[in-house]
Structures are given as C-alpha cells and as structure tokens.
C-alpha cells in the first residue's frame, strides 16, 4: 500500500522528501493548499511539486500566496512554485506588497517580480542584493540575473543609477558575468562595493599591474587583498604591502599588545565596510605568541585565591551565558556574584567594577588589567558582527567577546 502525504511528513523535520517529489501532483497541490494542515506539511508539498504545479490547482495556490492571514513560509514556498505566472504581476506591484510585515515575505515578492521580467524592480533588487546578510544577498541577486537573461544587461543597468553603492555594486557584478574588467570598482569609495569587486576578480597578473596605477591607497590595498587571495603567498603580500609603506588605522589608546591581539583575532573575517588596512595588516604581521588558555586561567585562580579572594572554578563566556561561545573565561569570586573576565586573545583581564584587589592579584600574576578608559576606546574601521550590527566596537567588546 502506498503511504500516505502525512505518512511521509509526519511532523517538522521529518519528511520523506525523495517520495514527496514522486508523489501524484495534484494530491500534493491540495495538501498545500490546506489551511487544516500544519504549515511545515504544508511548505514540504509546495517544494515537492516544483515544475510540475498542476493547471487546475493555480488559482487555489494564488489564492494562498495572497492571503496575508496565512503562514508566511508556507506562502514563500507557494510563490516560488508560481513565479510563471504573468496573473500574478499586478498584486506583486502593488504597494500593499511593501507593508506585507510577514518574515521573508518582501524579499520573496521581489525574487518574483524579477523572475516574472519586471524591470521596475531593478532597484529595489539591488538594494536587496547589497544586503549584509547572505540569503537576502542571494535573493537579490537571483531576480537581477533573471531580469539580465530575459532583457539583456543594458536594459537592467539603465535602471540603475549610480548615486547609490548598491547599485554600483549591482552594476559592478553585472558586468563581471559579462566578461568585463572591473578593476577599476576597486577605486568605489564605498568600502562594500570595492570589497565585492575584490571577491570577483581571478587574474593575479592583470592585479599586479593594476596596482601601480590604482588611484588612491584604499584601491591599491584591496589590490594586494585581492591578489593574496588568489595566490596566498605571504611573502610576495608583505613585500608588497612595505613598497605601499605599510599604511595601518591610527587609533589613539590601542597600544601594540592590543592591537595585535585584536587584529590577528578579527582582521581576516572582519565585516564587508572594514577599512582593507586592517585586512593587510592581519596578513603582513606577526600574531601573538601562543598562549595555553588553561594554564591562564590556572594562574588567575591561584592568584585570587592567595589574595584570599575566594574563587570559584572557571566557566566559558557561553556557560556562563547560557549558550554561543567568544573569547573570555569568566571567574567568580567572594560570596558575592562577583566576577571577573580573563581574555583567551592574551595576559588581558577585566573586571565590571574594577576591583583593586582582583586587579592588584592578577596583575602580580602576569595579567594586564584593561580598565575603563581602554575599554571604550572604539577600534577605528575595523566591523565585526556583533548581535545584528556590522560596525567598529570597542577593545572592551573585542577582547571579551561574546555572541549568542
């Protein structure tokens, strides 16, 4: 007996997708349409049937799609199966469609328009395909490509202006897949738009020669970036990058030690707008020395406990939290709920009310106290992820790093 749709989704996360695809279309069609079933069988029978929705079923799933009551991935799903359907123009242009708040469902209804042909969209798509984040990028990205194979790039970049990066940006990869040079978007004064032409470049002669007619020092910085990307060769990156001078980011109280620390900790994944010094600079200087973190945190804890302080047993920032992870080990003490935090990026430890007994115990231990002043010194150009935001933080927040 051939199992059932249920049978084959019985709950989230369990679905039998292989089967689902070779199921009868129809049956699946109507599943999806069901408001009676749970939104994830739902959304399973809608993938289920890609390329193959059946005539009679259109209307029903449009229907759907347009029901702003109903489950958003459930619509999402739906609406990609439709993206054919030329009926579906005039409500996807609507300006209802903007406010429609349920999650993902904007970007969808964009994806749709791009994929229907709808060059009005141009720049809204590029505005999604600078987003930050990586399956809106994609969203983007896939409607623009549509609208370029169905009416040519001209007619896409005609859309686009080029006051704003993401358009730049567009204009920039667009001409990329048509087999254009785009060395000279390297020069963008938006850091993002010149760090996604870096990403798309291939050619290590053609960036050599580039970077004696780069324009400015930015341009010839995300020349070398782009070039040890391609070729990985630390040695041929730092000679280069002492013939440019060795330009770094001045920031007034972040001495050596730190900045070491930090850079060789988050210059090479730093977020897209970073200042491309502090990507070189990761590459073209000496990381700390290696350290063993639990033999710190051994030194700490005997510290404070023959300050007679009484401390409790290390726990990681993430237990301490209750989940993530980052670059701290925190040390409770007294019988208080006092603590303090020891970096795992080097001899650095703080503490939230700057003790001096703990501050004077670890520092006869070997520990570097880092107090207020330092760690609210904001380290200039380099963004790193942090809770939804891509912008500079402070030493505090880097070197006691912690993300859920």
């Known amino acids: 007996m051939r199992k059932t749709i249920k049978a084959l989704s019985p709950e989230a996360g369990r679905t039998d997708t292989a089967a689902l695809r070779a199921y009868e279309a129809d049956a699946l069609a109507r599943c999806a349409a069901d408001t009676r079933q749970p939104w994830w069988r739902?959304?399973?029978?809608?993938?289920?049937?890609?390329?193959?929705?059946?005539?009679?079923?259109?209307?029903?799933?449009?229907?759907?799609v347009q029901d702003t009551g109903d489950?958003?991935?459930?619509?999402?799903?739906?609406?990609?199966?439709?993206?054919?359907?030329?009926?579906?123009?005039?409500?996807?242009?609507?300006?209802?469609?903007?406010?429609d708040g349920a999650y993902g469902m904007a970007e969808a209804v964009l994806g749709a328009r791009g994929a229907l042909g709808d060059l009005s969209a141009a720049p809204a798509l590029a505005a999604l395909a600078f987003d930050s984040w990586r399956h809106r990028r994609e969203r983007g990205e896939a409607g623009l490509?549509?609208?370029?194979?169905?009416?040519?790039?001209?007619?896409?970049?005609?859309?686009?202006g080029e006051d704003?990066?993401?358009?730049?940006?567009?204009?920039?990869?667009?001409?990329?897949?048509?087999?254009?040079?785009?060395?000279?978007a390297l020069a963008d004064p938006d850091r993002a738009v010149a760090y996604r032409a870096q990403a798309l470049l291939t050619d290590p002669e053609r960036l050599r020669g580039h970077l004696a007619v780069a324009p400015?020092?930015?341009?010839?910085l995300w020349t070398l970036y782009a070039l040890h990307r391609l070729t990985d060769d630390?040695?041929?990156?730092?000679?280069?990058?002492?013939?440019?001078?060795r330009p770094r980011v001045e920031v007034a109280g972040l001495d050596e030690e730190l900045r070491a620390a930090i850079v060789h900790e988050y210059g090479q994944w730093a977020e897209e707008r970073s200042d491309p010094r502090w990507r070189i600079e990761a590459v073209c200087t000496e990381p700390p020395p290696p350290s063993d973190p639990a033999e710190r945190l051994r030194r700490a804890t005997a510290a404070l406990t023959a300050a007679g302080l009484a401390p409790k047993?290390?726990?990681s920032c993430g237990e301490e939290n209750g989940s993530g992870d980052g670059t701290y080990d925190v040390i409770g003490y007294g019988g208080s709920d006092a603590v303090v935090f020891i970096s795992t990026?080097?001899?650095?430890?703080?503490?939230e009310d700057d003790d001096p007994d703990v501050r004077r115990a670890l520092e006869s231990a070997g520990f570097r106290w880092i107090d207020g002043a330092v760690r609210s010194t904001s380290v200039t150009g380099l963004c790193v992820y942090y809770f939804g935001s891509r912008d500079p933080l402070t030493v505090d927040t880097l070197l006691f790093y912690w993300q859920d």
């Not at 490509?145 to 686009?160: F, K, P, Y």
């Open 345 to 351: 990026l080097g001899r650095f430890a703080t503490g």
């Open 42 to 64: 739902r959304r399973a029978c809608a993938e289920a049937l890609a390329g193959r929705v059946p005539q009679r079923r259109v209307a029903e799933l449009i229907a759907r």
């Open 234 to 245: 630390t040695a041929e990156t730092r000679r280069l990058y002492d013939e440019l001078g």
């Open 145 to 160: 490509d549509a609208l370029a194979a169905r009416h040519g790039l001209e007619a896409v970049l005609a859309e686009l």
């Open 216 to 220: 400015t020092e930015e341009a010839k």
């Open 71 to 99: 489950v958003s991935e459930v619509r999402i799903a739906l609406l990609g199966l439709l993206t054919d359907r030329p009926e579906l123009l005039p409500w996807l242009r609507h300006e209802d469609r903007q406010r």
């Open 313 to 315: 047993p290390p726990v």
């Open 164 to 184: 704003r990066p993401e358009d730049r940006s567009t204009r920039v990869r667009l001409r990329e897949r048509a087999g254009e040079d785009v060395t000279d």
